[in-house]
Nanobody
Framework: EERLVESGGVSVQAGGALRISCSASGFTFGDFTMGWFRQAPVNDCEQVASIASGGSTYYVDSVKGRFTISQDNDKNTVYLQMNNLKPEDTAMYYC????????????????WGQGTQVTVSA
């Protein structure tokens, strides 16, 4: 069974840093594009960052220069390092996997985790 489990979401102050993790199981991790998404209560799904096999990455403009996505294929884990956090980064962050290489900016992914809450206070 395919499974994604996020962890690491906490409350931080603006300007702070945080790394969230997503552990995957039940599928061939290295063959999938892995993405991080966020959804605030009044916003639609937004792909924050993604990484494809081979290491190509995508970032939404609002996080470029602040967030870094990476993955460890030995641990079947994808990370999102978030620096210089802003209150508008507050959201539930979800990890997802796509069979499609790239899938930049799309929210149509195949497997989803349950999410981890990140709250940034001013």
């Amino acid at each position: 069974e395919e499974r994604l489990v996020e962890s690491g979401g906490v409350s931080v102050q603006a300007g702070g840093a945080l790394r969230i993790s997503c552990s995957a199981s039940g599928f061939t991790f290295g063959d999938f594009t892995m993405g991080w998404f966020r959804q605030a209560p009044v916003n639609d799904c937004e792909q924050v960052a993604s990484i494809a096999s081979g290491g190509s990455t995508y970032y939404v403009d609002s996080v470029k220069g602040r967030f870094t996505i990476s993955q460890d294929n030995d641990k079947n884990t994808v990370y999102l390092q978030m620096n210089n956090l802003k209150p508008e980064d507050t959201a539930m962050y979800y990890c997802a996997a796509s069979r499609s290489w790239g899938a930049w900016g799309s929210c149509s992914y195949d497997y989803w985790g349950q999410g981890t809450q990140v709250t940034v206070s001013a």
